[in-house]
């Protein structure tokens, strides 16, 4: 199934002891996370899919808001949140699994919006940006002291905000807009790139609660690597249309 893997390497991870299901928390977020009625697909389920064949581990996932997504992985024990953006502020916070994508981010306005004056991404500081709450976004410019943020619950809202006016910048990968967009029944035509978000790369990971028994985040870790040095990431990313780096 998995080359290079030696089989015996294969059933030890499968057949191990261990719980039977564990909690898993994620966002709507396409490509990575989409949820169409009550079907669940994506990259990232595509994955998580691979990692229960490995594992044996069986996954009760929850498609929520993405703040209370991040509140219930930072304060449940073996809940495993997928799409998180790894950062510096986090890293102490979450056992790290793997790394899903890296995209760069872009300040994206209304095409109607005069933008010709931002020159740098210091002068939004006191502009109105829609973002997700408790996103790595939100949490970045809040550190800076971005005065103007509007903090919705989900993409979808803040997106609304820009069409809305309500908000003049939301920050965004262009993947995740397009596809956003096309769910809302929104044109992409209507937006326009500000400029590039350069301390910003939405490094999207999978991450276990920090208070997670230890075997438990090392047979997932190993899981994974046994998933990308057999090729099985790459070729999910090509299903999906993520072959980006």
């Known amino acids: 199934m998995y080359k290079g893997i030696t089989y015996g390497l294969f059933c030890l ?3 191990a002891s261990f719980a039977a299901t564990i909690k898993v928390v994620a966002e ?9 009625n009550d079907r669940i697909d994506g990259f990232a389920i595509d994955v998580l899919n691979e990692l229960t064949l490995i594992t044996g581990i069986k996954s009760d996932l929850e498609i929520v808001p993405w703040a209370r997504a991040y509140h219930i992985a930072s304060t449940e024990k073996n809940t495993l949140i997928l799409s998180i953006s790894r950062t510096d502020t986090r890293e102490k916070f979450f056992h790290w699994i793997g790394t899903l994508s890296n995209e760069p981010v872009f300040v994206w306005a209304l095409t109607e919006t ?7 991404f ?3 500081k006191n502009e109105p940006i829609a973002v997700s709450q408790e996103s790595y ?17 989900s993409s979808e809202q803040y997106i ?21 967009l096309n769910a809302l029944d929104l044109s992409y035509d209507k937006v ?21 028994d230890a075997e438990l985040v090392k047979r997932y ?7 990308q040095a057999s090729g099985k990431i790459t070729e999910l990313k090509t299903k999906w249309h993520l072959d980006l780096e």
Not at 221 to 227: C, D, G, H, K
């Open 122 to 124: 210091s002068q939004l």
């Open 28 to 36: 709507h977020l396409p490509p990575y996370q989409i949820k169409n």
């Open 192 to 212: 326009k790139k500000v400029l590039k978000a350069d301390s910003f790369t939405e490094n999207l990971s999978l991450a276990f609660n920090l208070q997670s």
């Open 221 to 227: 870790q190993e899981a994974y690597a046994i998933l």
């Open 160 to 180: 609304g905000m820009l069409f809305k006016k309500r908000a003049k910048f939301i920050i965004s990968t262009e993947t995740a807009l397009r596809l956003q």
């Open 13 to 15: 991870l499968c057949h």
């Open 137 to 153: 976004i939100e949490q970045s410019l809040t550190y800076q002291h971005f005065t103007k943020l509007e903090r919705l619950a």
């Open 114 to 120: 005069p933008t010709q004056h931002i020159l740098s």
